[in-house]
């Protein structure tokens, strides 16, 4: 007899859709490496998150419970609408408004078109401009309450530098911090000279980006300085100025260390009490966190609604 011969075995071939050994390990070996390429990077963001929510997401909840609770001898309960009604009906509330968006207003018409008039002005210095620029924006460098205490000087009645200089003019002096006509345009002028580098910065930036050949087409067209400035700057920095716009009147709207230290808060009569002083007043003056957290919401809310309607009305003219 014959042995039984046996037939070569046929090579198994991985099924579609079901990668062989070699080919799970080549993708085992191309995900570590990404892992190690990437950890780092994951590791920052994870980082950048949790402090994110940690000192962002999570005091802006906690607000919004607090401000329907009450805490009365350490135990805490619901108190409903309850801190909402007790800040409407203060009249404090009102007055913090009133002067709140008197401060906003000043603070426009100085903060934001001095900053964009020495950007122009800068701009046109071929020499010595980033000198210029260093002067400009050393204010901003400085601690705000050095800048603040500074201005205390200066506004000072009896040895400060503003009332000198009306002296030197034959001019009557002025009761700049203590008059509640002055108050708060003396509060306004120091934080606009402290904030005023860094938009002057932005501006200049936008205006070396503008293409000199519009400058010229319109001296061609026989148009002056102010002229240019309307059809030719203005239209192209728009989009910086919007923004700017936005970011400025968010930002008056919670001013505090400026009245807070020129005029202990309050002021003459309650002449620059703000909404943020007011919260600051329920929360370590009053024990009162619950209106605290209330009025802080009332804010809130206010803030939000103005940038969504300002966004709104951006989009529109922008189609």
């Known amino acids: 007899m014959s042995a039984p011969t046996l037939s070569p075995r046929k090579a198994t071939r991985p099924r579609p859709g079901h990668p062989g050994p070699a080919g799970r390990d080549s993708a085992r070996e191309e ?6 390429r990437n950890i780092s990077a994951h590791g920052f963001l994870i980082g950048a998150v949790l402090c994110f929510s940690l000192f962002s997401w999570y005091p802006m909840v906690r607000e919004f419970v607090l401000a329907f609770q009450k805490n009365e001898d350490g135990t805490t309960t619901w108190a409903g609408w309850s801190n909402l009604t007790y800040v409407f009906n203060d009249p404090a509330f009102w007055q ?5 968006l008197l401060f906003t207003v000043l603070a426009l018409l100085l903060g934001f078109v001095v900053p964009f008039a020495v950007a122009v002005v800068l701009n046109e210095f071929r020499h010595g401009q980033g000198y210029l620029r260093l002067l400009v924006y ?3 460098m400085l601690p705000p309450v050095a800048s603040v205490l500074l201005f205390k000087y200066f506004y000072d009645p ?3 530098l503003f009332n000198r200089i009306l002296a030197i003019f034959h001019l009557p002096e002025q009761q700049w911090l203590q008059d509640t006509s002055t108050s708060m345009l003396s509060v306004v002028i120091a934080a606009t000279w402290m904030n005023m580098g860094g938009a002057t910065l932005i501006y200049l930036a936008a205006l070396q980006g503008i293409p000199g050949e519009l400058y010229e087409a319109a001296e ?4 002056g300085l102010l002229r240019k400035i309307w059809h030719v700057t203005i239209p192209q920095t728009r989009l910086i100025l919007s923004l700017l716009l936005l970011m400025q009147i968010i930002a008056t709207m919670q001013v505090f260390t400026e009245p807070f ?3 202990n808060g ?4 309650g002449s620059t009490t703000t909404v943020v002083y007011l919260i600051y007043q329920y929360a370590f003056n009053f024990n009162n966190y619950g209106s605290a957290a209330a009025l802080g919401l009332v804010l809130l809310v206010v803030l939000a609604g103005f940038s969504a309607v300002y966004v709104r009305l951006s989009r529109s003219s922008e189609d």
Do not use: I
């Open 31 to 36: 995900f570590l490496r990404a892992l190690r």
């Open 96 to 100: 913090a408004w009133r002067n709140t």
């Open 138 to 140: 050393l204010p901003v």
């Open 158 to 160: 009896g040895y400060g």
């Open 220 to 223: 061609l067209d026989g148009a």
């Open 261 to 263: 230290l020129l005029t």
């Open 266 to 269: 309050a002021g003459p009569e």
